[in-house]
């Protein structure tokens, strides 16, 4: 490496950095944990899946993706439900509905960096 490539590798780092500090909620839940949202919407089942690092899956019915289609439908469900620790299901059904608005059941488990479980459970009864 010539010292004509350190200032680029440094500003780089620094880029990804600012970018990483800057990130939405959503992409928080990206770190260092796992996820799996399940939906039921008139007799099919979604299932969302993340597990650091880099794995996702999509699931609707029998139907299976992974990888960077998954990745995508994933990375949208997180954003629009605003996955944190502290949030409501209430709330989080809400904003399911955009993209489910037949939702019946609610199904998420959430693991943190620290190995601690967060669960809620919704049904529309």
Request: charged content about 25%; hydrophobic content about 40%.
């Amino acid at each position: 490496m010539n010292n004509k490539s350190i200032p680029i590798i440094l500003s780089m780092g620094f880029l990804f950095l600012f970018m990483s500090a800057t990130t939405s909620s959503a992409a928080n839940v990206m770190g260092p944990l796992s996820f799996r949202v399940t939906i039921t919407e008139q007799d099919v089942t979604y299932e969302y899946e993340f597990d650091n690092p880099d794995y996702y899956e999509y699931e609707e019915g029998n139907h299976v993706e992974r990888g960077a289609e998954a990745k995508q439908k994933v990375t949208r469900l997180v954003s629009l439900i605003n996955l944190e620790e502290d949030a409501a299901i209430d709330a989080m059904v809400r904003e399911l509905k955009q993209i489910h608005p037949n939702v019946s059941k609610v199904d998420i488990r959430y693991m943190n960096e620290e190995n601690k479980l967060y669960t809620w459970v919704w049904n529309n009864e």
